[in-house]
């Protein structure tokens, strides 16, 4: 079974990012840039994920829109070397229309 995109995934197009429950920080949000890989652009390194906001710290799991930029356009070579592992589950859906880049997903 997959696990289904949150109604405040500031990867679907049409979130407000400054909406999603329990805070928001723009500084940490601009942070998350060093989880994306573009393609022509490897991350070295580990996987650095950028979580879901509705799980908890120590029980993260990786954001779902996030997830699924990262293994198609992305192409995030690390993560899916992760996934091809079973580190990380890649049997994820999105919801809806989603943004082709990272930069969208801040208003």
């Not at 289904?4 to 049409?14: A, E, I, T, Y």
């Not at 091809?84 to 049997?91: E, M, T, V």
């Amino acid at each position: 079974m997959s696990r289904r995109q949150c109604l405040h995934c500031p990867w679907k197009v049409g979130t407000d990012p400054h909406e999603i429950p329990n805070g928001y920080s723009e500084v940490d949000h601009v942070a998350l840039i060093s989880t994306i890989a573009e393609p022509g652009r490897y991350l070295p390194g580990p996987v650095r994920v950028m979580a879901c906001h509705e799980t908890s710290p120590g029980n993260e799991l990786p954001c779902i829109g996030w997830l699924a930029h990262q293994l198609g356009p992305g192409n995030n070579l690390p993560l899916r070397m992760a996934v091809i592992r079973g580190q990380i589950d890649g049997g994820v859906e999105t919801v809806g229309p989603q943004h082709e880049r990272f930069e969208d997903t801040l208003r």
